[in-house]
């Protein structure tokens, strides 16, 4: 029955999907939604789209284990990153009305950059959006009590959501968004107050999470402790800003206010939501203390959904599962849409010239596809891997590769193609260096990438005039003796 409802819940998302499909005429209407969403739509989109399998399963796992501390990254690092963009990207972004990330990159810097950029981007969606597909197949295996295995749960879960991005684009994913938002923020506030009373009322709950230190946000102050955890912070604070999907939401927005107004909610929201995934994964110590402690060590992953099929009424379970799958679908056909459309305007376009619009939008609908099965086999083939681990890891490539360029082209005018191409370079090789050797154990990779980047584009930049002043030096000197 319940395993009933919730295809039949796919079937009615699908169905407002395809309805908003209607509104796509060209690749503005597919790409960023004609640039006609007004504020509240922004603002859901923005928030759907960081508030994913991550959010619901991978947070509440990593806090019962580290506490806020082991969460620096998302919601905190996440949400910031958001709001970062509302302040100080999106106005500057919005006025060049471009059609991806990586048009900026073009204009700004060239082609070389504009691809390696795009490459960059599109390499770090496999692990984001294999962890809305990872869960996805988790919830379908947990619904028919193992019948459906994980794999055949993420093929179709992947069908489902390819069935409305594939025609409706950025249209459809604002739409449902906004329904499966509004699904996902009653279903769980309805949860928690269930949980809360199941445990005893709130005030135990948090009283437990206190005893147990889940509070502790600050590393130890140790040097080491506290390099990790700002390289924590800034890896999707950082590195989720030169993002096409976070860039897609501002360009669709309707106008400018509501470009920068719209991801500042959205963050500040979801931080804040965030939250209740944490208390009722910390209700469940207190609701089965011997089933969650078992869980724990060797899924916390489950520990929520456990919760609700064995101690909640059906009507609950039935809520949980939609808001859950509202969570997972909203994020996944967000960053199914957006990698795809880089690919296709960024880089297929060097290879075969934009012939007519028409033909633009096909072949962007066979991106989305072949994007599709790619993700599906990569989560098929990390299966048991941390849904947590799959998207942290998945922006350290952005932070070394894209961040700075972006960073400095849009705040400092001597920023050069030459700084742009040595920040990338010295950045990825650094990062990869400390990723693939022990270093990586004593100084965290990203944030050693980071500071290398930034000291390629500053070297890079100013190179041509240190030799120009250098030269004219000796010229004088010459010229002197």
Avoid at 7 to 26: E, P, S
Avoid at 131 to 154: C, D, E, H, R
Avoid at 168 to 173: A, D, F, H, K, R
């Amino acid at each position: 029955m319940l395993l009933g409802l919730v295809f039949l819940y796919l079937l009615v998302t699908i169905a407002i999907g395809l309805w908003a499909a209607k509104r796509v005429k060209n690749t503005t209407d597919f790409a960023i939604a004609g640039r006609h969403l007004p504020l509240i739509m922004v603002i859901t989109t923005t928030f759907a789209t960081w508030f994913g399998s991550e959010t619901v399963l991978g947070i509440p796992a990593r806090f019962v284990e580290s506490g806020l501390n082991g969460i620096v990254e998302d919601p905190f690092g996440a949400g910031t990153c958001l709001i970062l963009v509302g302040l100080f990207f999106a106005a500057k972004l919005y006025k060049m009305t471009l059609l991806t990330i990586s048009d900026y990159y073009r204009e700004r810097y060239g082609r070389k950059v504009e691809v390696v950029c795009s490459i960059t981007i599109i390499l770090s969606y496999l692990g984001w959006v294999s962890a809305q597909v990872t869960a996805l197949g988790l919830v379908f295996n947990l619904l028919s009590a193992g019948a459906i295995s994980v794999p055949v749960g993420m093929m179709i879960g992947t069908a489902s959501i390819l069935a409305y991005t594939l025609f409706g684009g950025m249209w459809s994913v604002a739409v449902t968004d906004f329904v499966q938002m509004i699904i996902l923020v009653v279903g769980l506030s309805i949860i928690a107050f269930v949980a809360a009373d199941l445990a005893g009322g709130a005030g135990k709950v948090i009283e437990l999470a206190q005893s147990k230190d889940l509070f502790r946000f600050l590393p130890e102050p140790s040097f080491s402790e506290v390099m990790f955890f700002v390289a924590a912070a800034i890896t999707m604070m950082f590195g989720s800003i030169p993002q096409q999907d976070v860039f897609q939401r501002v360009m669709s927005a309707k106008d400018q206010k509501a470009a920068t107004r719209g991801p500042v909610i959205g963050g500040i929201s979801y931080i804040l939501f965030a939250f209740v995934p944490m208390f009722l994964v910390t209700s469940a110590l207190i609701i089965m203390p011997e089933k969650a402690q078992q869980l724990i060590s060797e899924d916390p992953q489950k520990v929520i959904p456990t919760l609700v099929l064995e101690h909640m009424p059906f009507i609950m379970q039935v809520i949980f599962f939609g808001a859950l799958l509202s969570a997972l679908k909203s994020t996944a056909s967000a960053t199914l849409l957006a990698p795809s459309v880089t690919f296709v305007e960024n880089i297929w376009r060097q290879f075969f010239p934009r012939v007519s619009d028409k033909q633009e939008l096909r072949t962007m609908r066979i991106a989305v596809l072949l994007f599709s099965i790619a993700v599906c086999t990569y989560a098929i083939a990390l299966e048991g891997t941390s849904i947590y681990d799959m998207v942290s890891s998945a922006y350290q490539v952005t932070l070394v590769g894209a961040f700075i360029p972006l960073v400095f082209g849009l705040y400092w005018k001597r920023a050069t193609t030459q700084g742009a191409i040595f920040s990338i370079t010295l950045g990825l090789v650094v990062w990869i260096f400390f990723l693939i050797t022990p270093y990586g154990e004593e100084i965290p990779g990203q944030l050693a990438g980071l500071i290398a980047a930034v000291i390629g584009m500053l070297a890079g930049s100013l190179m041509k005039q240190i030799i120009a002043n250098t030269h004219g030096v000796h010229h004088k000197l010459a010229g002197g003796a």
